[in-house]
């Protein structure tokens, strides 16, 4: 059974930052597509970032060099580094994962975690 658990979200003031952790289990790991995607209070999902498996990355424009995504297949888990975060960041955060690299990326992978919440204040 697949499951992929986040974790590091938390409070924090504008400028500080987050790293999230996203665990996996119950696949290899290795041969999936991995992506980061938030849902803000009143929006619709956002795709953050994607990380293929063989590392090539995507961001969205709003994190661009804020956030780095990154994997370590050895210990089966995703991260988000998430720095100089403003109050638009808040947002419930999510990892998915899927062999498809144009499923994670559009948004459909078969596999999610429950989320983790991130709240930035001002």
């Known amino acids: 059974e697949v499951n992929l658990v986040e974790s590091g979200g938390g409070s924090v003031q504008a400028g500080g930052s987050l790293r999230l952790s996203c665990e996996a289990s119950?696949?290899?790991?290795?041969?999936?597509?991995m992506g980061w995607f938030r849902r803000a209070p009143g929006k619709e999902r956002e795709r953050v970032a994607t990380?293929?498996?063989?590392?090539?990355?995507t961001y969205a424009t709003s994190v661009e060099g804020r956030f780095t995504i990154s994997r370590d297949n050895d210990k089966n888990t995703l991260y988000l580094q998430m720095n100089s975060l403003t109050p638009e960041d808040t947002a419930i955060y999510y990892c998915?994962?899927?062999?498809?690299?144009?499923?994670?990326?559009?948004?459909?992978?078969?596999?999610w975690g429950p989320g983790t919440q991130v709240t930035v204040s001002s």
């Open positions: 990380i293929e498996d063989i590392g090539e990355t």
């Open positions: 998915a994962a899927d062999p498809s690299l144009y499923r994670v990326k559009r948004g459909g992978a078969a596999y």
């Open positions: 119950g696949y290899r790991f290795a041969d999936y597509h």
